[in-house]
């Protein structure tokens, strides 16, 4: 079993930065790929980044591309998920998720762990 741990969320004004963290623990040399998914109130939960173990290799919804950034401390055990230039529509709570044998461009239903997660809201 693989533990996840999401923080940082939080209230900010549009056009600031809050960075994520996830704490893994648990079998985490288990897995392959790391993500980050959200969830907005009314819509179902959406795919944000992906990331591979050594880090080398990330994946972006379309509608962060270029303002959202992942990256992987693997001596903490924890990914991150650096949101620089954040809209309101950015507001969802953001979930932490990891697969054991795949990284990209994934579904939720994919996945086989999941944090509990943590808000975010950007107001204008």
């Known amino acids: 079993q693989v533990q996840l741990v999401e923080s940082g969320g939080g209230l900010v004004q549009a056009g600031g930065s809050l960075r994520l963290s996830c704490a893994a623990s648990?079998?985490?040399?288990?897995?392959?790929?790391m993500y980050w998914f959200r969830q907005a109130p009314g819509k179902e939960r959406a795919f944000v980044g992906a990331?591979?173990?050594?880090?080398?290799?990330?994946y972006y919804a379309d509608s962060v591309k270029g303002r959202f950034i992942i990256s992987r401390d693997n001596v903490k055990n924890t990914v991150y998920l650096q949101m620089n230039s954040l809209r309101p529509e950015d507001t969802a709570v953001y979930y932490c998720?990891?697969?054991?044998?795949?990284?990209?461009?994934?579904?939720?239903?994919?996945?086989?762990?999941w944090g509990k997660g943590t808000p975010v809201t950007v107001y204008s």
């Open positions: 648990g079998r985490t040399l288990s897995i392959v790929g």
């Open positions: 990331i591979n173990w050594s880090g080398i290799n990330t």
């Open positions: 998720a990891a697969h054991r044998l795949r990284v990209g461009v994934l579904g939720p239903d994919d996945m086989d762990y």
